[in-house]
Structures are given as structure tokens and as C-alpha cells.
């Protein structure tokens, strides 16, 4: 009796430390998202390039800690729509491939757009990241997907020269519409 009751302890231990790591773990994830999102805010882990999901969402919102990972700063916190994570994880998939060579990355994005197999973001869904030395100084930084777009065709300008919101990458599947002060 006593070693099935040692097993059972044991068990549940190693359970709350489990989920006390997992909680940790979403509620680093979860720093970039709008306070208004946060409770429906779905919370994935990647693993290479792909993922387990950690807490199930009810919005149009999935968020990740990608702390640490290679090229990204110590603290990182992303979310974007659920539907961009195939976009996500072919980046990681090139990043891999590239080993942090920046112009082999670029070559490879570069190659997947010109034939037809880069993953396509989801018109205007956010991309939210917040990035710096750790949680307390991390700074936000959002971007709008708005593939092919460009000034003709959205009536935001291709530079920030002016102030305001401006289209990067105009024309380009990458086009997306940078939001200052965010």
C-alpha cells in the first residue's frame, strides 16, 4: 500500500509542476496580446517547426514564447491569426535551413515567392511581437498583413517619412502595413 501511495504523490508532484511550468509558460506567450484578446487568445509551443497547442482559443488570436530561439531577442513574445502559423513555421523551416545566414534566408523567401510555394499571411491579420532583454523592457511592435498591397491600392503610403502608418514591402506577398507607436 505504501509504494502505491509513494507512485500517486509522486504523480501528482510532478502534475503541478507540469502545469505550474505550462501557466509560466502561457502567460509569457500571452505578453504581446491586447489585454482584450488575452482571455481568448489560443497559446501554442514550437517544437523545430511545429507545434503543441498549450491552451485552446476561442478568438481569431494564437499567441507564442519564442524567447531565446536563434536570431530572436531574450525575451520574445508573437501572436498572430491561427491561420498564419503554416507561414510561421516555413519561416522556421528556412531559418533552419539558412543557419543563420541572413542572405540564405532572404534567397530561400525570395525562391518560394517567385514559384508559388511561400505560404500566404491572411490579409489584414496581425502580426504582434513583443521583444527586448526581458519581459519588464520588452518593447511592442505591430504589423497588418496586407499582401500585394501598395499605395495605389490601399491608400497608405510606401514610407514612414510622413508619420503614420505606412505600407513595407509594398507589392510584394510580404507587403504589410507597419503601425507606429505600437
Known sequence: MKPIIVAV???FVTALGVEAQNAAEIERALHAA???????AAVIRWEGDTWTTLREGRGT?????HSGAPGEAAFSSQCTHPDNLERVAQNFRFEAQANGDR?????LLAEAEANGTRAMPVFGSPWIAMNGPDMASARRHVTIAMPYADERNSGFPETGSQGGAWIMGAGTP???LMVPGS
Open 9 to 11: 504523490v509522486g504523480l
Open 174 to 176: 510580404g507587403a504589410h
Open 61 to 65: 488570436l494564437v499567441c507564442y514564447d
Open 103 to 107: 542572405q540564405a534566408l532572404q534567397t
Open 34 to 40: 491586447p489585454s482584450r484578446a488575452r482571455d481568448g
